[in-house]
Antibody, heavy 119, light 109 residues
Framework: QVQLQESGPGLVEPSGTLSLTCGVSGDSPSTRDWWSWVRQPPGKGLEWIGEVSYGGVTKYKPSLKNRVTISMDKSINHIFLTLTSVTAADTAVYFC????????????WGRGSLVTVSS | QTVVTQEPSLTVSPGGTVTLTCGSSTGAVTSGFHPNWFQQKPGQAPRALIHHVGIRFAWTPARFSGSLLGGKAVLTLSGVQPEDEAEYYCLLFYGDFWIFGGGTRLTVL
């Protein structure tokens, strides 16, 4: 069983940079897996942000593409999310998600990390 | 801007059957959109139920089934249990990125 744990600052100032880390533990994930970030503003729905493959290939939501970077440090099984120029609209719970290859689904989710953008 | 549409809310009686749909503003949803379905209860992370139209995960009860019907992805709950009350989200693939639907709040009453 793969476990995911998000961590990072809970408060970011407007126009600043949001940085989160996802630690992967438990069973060794496959090198074919992808890793997504999904967010959920308080009281609202889910939003797919982007994903990274074990080989470092990335895909992003078009409307966030200019502000987001997702990367992975394979040596320590950590996945990183960076979102620049944040506003209050970026306030959300951010989830790290394991994505199986060949469209086999999104089976493993972290508990989520609440990030509030406020001065 | 592409939009994935779901019913905002539905109500079903215990033991009943309910159908949730997932449509795309681009046209008919096909297997190429690799529809996924998730269940989320208050204060919890989403839980994956179904991937690629109708394939259940090992933990997904058999009363949940996914299909394509009338140009939409469909999640059918048969023999609804009180614990099925939750928010349900679909997720569709658009070639290079994924988009979630707005979610359906299912009430079991």
């Amino acid at each position: 069983q793969v476990q995911l744990q998000e961590s990072g600052p809970g408060l970011v100032e407007p126009s600043g940079t949001l940085s989160l880390t996802c630690g992967v533990s438990g069973d060794s994930p496959s090198t074919r897996d992808w890793w997504s970030w999904v967010r959920q503003p308080p009281g609202k729905g889910l939003e797919w942000i982007g994903e990274v493959s074990y080989g470092g290939v990335t895909k992003y939501k078009p409307s966030l593409k200019n502000r987001v970077t997702i990367s992975m440090d394979k040596s320590i099984n950590h996945i990183f999310l960076t979102l620049t120029s944040v506003t209050a609209a970026d306030t959300a719970v951010y989830f790290c998600v394991r994505v199986l290859p060949s469209f086999q689904g999104f089976p493993n989710w972290g508990r989520g990390s609440l990030v509030t953008v406020s001065s | 801007q592409t939009v994935v549409t779901q019913e905002p809310s539905l109500t079903v009686s215990p033991g009943g059957t309910v159908t949730l749909t997932c449509g795309s503003s681009t046209g008919a949803v096909t297997s190429g959109f690799h529809p996924n379905w998730f269940q989320q209860k208050p204060g919890q992370a989403p839980r994956a139920l179904i991937h690629h139209v109708g394939i259940r995960f090992a933990w997904t009860p058999a009363r949940f089934s996914g299909s394509l019907l009338g140009g939409k992805a469909v999640l059918t709950l048969s023999g609804v249990q009180p614990e099925d009350e939750a928010e349900y989200y679909c997720l569709l693939f658009y070639g290079d990125f994924w988009i979630f639907g707005g979610g359906t709040r299912l009430t079991v009453l």
